[in-house]
């Protein structure tokens, strides 16, 4: 009785592919299939491109908004109209003084 050597004995394994040997760019199909995934990543990037500039608009806009208020409070309007809506009272406003200096209150 003969025995095989282990080196001997051919597998699956043992068995000879063209697989991974083809180029994937030399397929048509997967050139197209790469092609297509490259225009939904370019629309992707294209509409994450123009939420981001509609986001600077607004913080632009804000900043704005921003100086002309510190504008307005360094001409001295602003402090004019703290004094009318705290009054002589000092700090406290209309409702602190119709209730008695009781603070903030939430009813349910």
Do not use: C, Q, W
């Not at 760019?25 to 939420?51: H, Q, W």
């Not at 009054?87 to 406290?92: S, V």
């Amino acid at each position: 009785m003969r025995t095989r050597n282990r080196a001997t004995i051919r597998g699956l394994r043992d068995i000879r592919t063209h697989a991974g040997r083809v180029e994937s760019a030399d397929v048509p199909y997967m050139r197209f299939m790469k092609i297509s995934a490259l225009e939904m990543e370019k629309a992707r990037r294209e509409t994450e491109k123009f939420s981001a500039e509609a986001r600077i608009r607004n913080i632009d806009l804000r900043l704005a908004e921003i100086e002309a208020e510190k504008e307005t409070l360094l001409a001295g309007e602003g402090g004019k109209r703290r004094e009318a809506v705290s009054g002589p009272g000092g700090e406290r406003s209309a409702r602190d003084r119709r209730e008695g200096g009781k603070g903030f209150r939430i009813k349910y």
